[in-house]
């Protein structure tokens, strides 16, 4: 049981940069490998970043690498996502989610069992 809450979205220039945050309540949050999705309007949801229960391994789209990082503090239940050198091509809706698996940060969206209401960023050009 695993509840999620986005936040730090907003409106951004081309080549700026945002600090996105998902704060977890429960207890079991450390049990868990976490991720970052995206959604543009008529697509489909595609993943960002993922993070293992330690923080240890880490994976990102081809699309982010060098340019995002995910972190983790199981200590405040928060997962973060900075995202630098951003691109009108980043502009979703972006969600936070939980995996069941805790040591194996996922790729796959349909693998994911709890999701955050998702928070807009916008890039401008």
């Known amino acids: 049981q695993v509840q999620l809450v986005e936040s730090g979205g907003g409106l951004v220039q081309a080549g700026g940069s945002l600090r996105l945050s998902c704060a977890a309540s429960?207890?079991?949050?450390?049990?868990?490998?976490m991720g970052w999705f995206r959604q543009a309007p008529g697509q489909e949801r595609e993943f960002v970043a993922a993070?293992?229960?330690?923080?240890?391994?880490?994976n990102y789209a081809d699309s982010v690498k060098g340019r995002f990082t995910i972190s983790r503090d199981n200590a405040k239940n928060m997962v973060y996502l900075q995202m630098n050198s951003l691109k009108p091509e980043d502009t979703a809706v972006y969600y936070c989610?939980?995996?069941?698996?805790?040591?194996?940060?996922?790729?796959?969206?349909?693998?994911?069992?709890?999701w955050g209401q998702g928070t807009q960023v916008t890039v401008s050009s």
């Open positions: 429960g207890r079991t949050f450390s049990n868990y490998a």
């Open positions: 993070i293992s229960w330690s923080g240890g391994a880490a």
């Open positions: 989610a939980a995996h069941g698996s805790p040591w194996y940060p996922s790729m796959d969206v349909r693998e994911y069992d709890y």
